[in-house]
């Protein structure tokens, strides 16, 4: 009997704590994203638009030539170098008349690919309905979906969406709240966590040599604006963007159950435990060792607990033994070289979260 080889992706986050500017984590309150959409037409296809089933779109082009005096009965109206798409944008609030960003475009019906076509005109709304935006341009797909005369079918990556570099341009300014307030200025985290926004308080107010930040909560930040920066207030944010601020990140394990891909933290630590599961055995044992420093050297005795895993297969006679702190780089090596599949691998890992020897929180995708 033939025996499966299903090979285990392991990757481990051993990413060391390292300062971050805090335009990276945070953002200034009253600064946001607004969401723009709008539905267009693309133009240019080689035969692979909507087909006569996508009523809309006959509608559409109908609707269109009509603008320019043009009368076509839709029965006699094919469109299969047309395609109806949806347009959507994400668009800062500060932006000005004329400025450019990129769209996303995706298909709306029928069609089979998208690529070589045009964008014509299209309005961008936003949540209220009104039109902040217009969009037009060549669409760039990454990738093809092309069909031959004889049935046969080449296809790479999606045809179905892409995007237009600076395609959108612009027309009326998002309304934006005012960051600057009565006191100062508040910072919000994208992430909440009290140990960040703690960091990032100490860091501010090491920097300017003031007790100017007082942290809220776990995301907000409120800096007070001294007196010889109220006369530039660019320089100052800037300022503040640019400070360097320390990190802090949960302890977590990411399984994907349908690659067999484990993702663990830096943080995440596996306490001694024993499992058994089908036919293996899992045992992480605990070694305390104590270095004891040498006579009259003034030095301190320091005990380390080496935690080593032992795992054991049944139809196996190999058993792997890794010395030094267990983790869950250790462990999932270990069953990496036992050949455990990702079923195994994600159970096993969802008994240490139960029995409470997997200090890290469990997510399951």
């Known amino acids: 009997m033939k025996t499966k080889l299903l090979l285990i992706a392991f990757v481990v986050s051993s990413i060391l704590i390292y300062p971050q500017r805090l335009k990276d984590v945070a953002y200034f309150k009253?600064?946001?994203?607004?969401?723009?959409?709008?539905?267009?037409?693309?133009?240019?296809?080689?035969?692979?638009?909507d087909s006569y089933r996508s009523t809309f779109t006959v509608q559409s082009v109908t609707s269109m030539l009509k603008r320019f005096g043009i009368t076509v009965p839709d029965v006699n109206l094919r469109t299969r170098n047309v395609a109806a798409v949806m347009v959507t944008a994400s668009v800062n609030n500060y932006l000005k008349t004329g400025s450019e960003f990129d769209v996303s475009v995706s298909s709306l019906g029928d069609a089979t690919s998208l690529m070589?076509?045009?964008?014509?005109?299209?309005p961008l709304s936003g949540k209220d309905g009104a039109v902040f935006a217009m969009c037009q341009g060549p669409l760039s797909v990454g990738g093809y979906d092309i069909t031959t005369s004889s049935g046969g079918r080449v296809a790479k990556n999606h045809a179905l969406s892409g995007r237009i570099p600076g395609g959108g341009v612009m027309q009326q300014e998002l309304s934006s709240a005012n960051y600057i307030q009565p006191n100062g200025v508040t910072v919000l985290l994208r992430k909440p966590d009290f140990t960040t926004a703690n960091n990032i308080t100490m860091a501010l107010n090491q920097k300017f040599s003031d007790t100017i930040a007082v942290s809220v909560d776990a995301s907000e930040i409120r800096v007070r604006i001294p007196e010889a920066k109220q006369s530039n207030l660019t320089a100052f944010l800037a300022e503040i963007e640019a400070t360097t601020v320390t990190t802090d990140v949960i302890a977590k394990v990411v399984l994907n159950e349908r690659t067999g891909t484990v993702v663990a933290g830096s943080n995440v630590r596996i306490l001694p435990v024993s499992i058994s599961h089908g036919n293996l055995r899992i045992n992480v044992r605990s070694n305390p060792l104590i270095s004891q420093p040498e006579a009259m050297s003034q030095g301190k005795t320091i005990l380390f607990n080496s935690l080593t895993p032992q795992i054991e297969s049944e139809d196996s006679t190999s058993t792997v033994s890794l010395?030094?702190?267990?983790?869950?780089?250790?462990?999932?090596?270990?069953?990496?070289?036992?050949?455990?599949?990702?079923?195994?691998?994600?159970?096993?890992?969802?008994?240490?979260?139960?029995?409470?020897?997997?200090?890290?929180e469990l997510v399951i995708m």
Do not use: C
């Open 30 to 49: 009253g600064v946001q994203s607004e969401q723009l959409i709008g539905y267009g037409l693309i133009v240019g296809l080689a035969g692979s638009g």
């Open 323 to 360: 010395s030094g702190a267990s983790n869950v780089q250790e462990v999932a090596t270990a069953l990496n070289s036992l050949r455990v599949s990702p079923r195994d691998i994600i159970a096993i890992f969802q008994a240490l979260k139960e029995a409470g020897a997997l200090i890290a």
């Open 116 to 122: 070589g076509g045009t964008l014509l005109m299209t």
